[in-house]
């Protein structure tokens, strides 16, 4: 924390209505307190976050992938903890370079720009030139999750 804040001096003139000098200095010693606070606050949220993350991370996920901690309060009710399960895929262009010449399709999945058609990959994976696990490899899983905490 800064405190005690220092001597706010007002020393620029103002054209129309403007609060007064000790109404805006109130205003500043207001935000800058406020702003320390949300800074702890901040804080303490984020290293309670990871003690929350932590405890559903222990929990079995289900068949989704989801880890669900559901829990009864006696104040606010049953609150529920999940963490979602995210899975996105992006073309790996090295393996999929790869896999194409090996495949010697690469001049059909490729477009003007020289960079890979992942339409065209997708096309010929459906036309059987590539197999499930060409298509795996091109386009790996990242899997993120969604923290939820849900009334």
Not at 95 to 104: F, H, N, P, Q
Not at 138 to 147: D, L, T
């Amino acid at each position: 924390m800064t405190y005690p804040y220092p001597t706010i001096t007002v020393g620029r003139k103002y054209k129309g209505d403007v609060m007064e000098d000790k109404e805006l200095k109130d205003n500043i010693r207001q935000y800058l307190a406020l702003k320390d606070q949300l800074d702890l606050i901040t804080k303490r949220q984020t290293e309670i976050k990871q003690r929350l993350i932590d405890a559903v991370d222990a929990v079995e996920a289900d068949d989704r992938g989801h880890r669900v901690l559901s829990v009864e309060d006696e104040t606010v009710g049953e609150i529920t903890l999940t963490r979602q399960r995210r899975v996105s895929k992006s073309l790996n262009m090295d393996v999929a370079e790869e896999i194409l010449t090996k495949k010697g399709i690469k001049d059909t999945c490729i477009k003007m720009v020289a960079t890979i058609d992942e339409g065209a990959i997708m096309a010929a994976f459906y036309e059987n030139y590539l197999t499930e696990e060409d298509i795996d490899l091109m386009f790996p899983s990242k899997i993120s999750y969604a923290f939820l905490l849900d009334k």
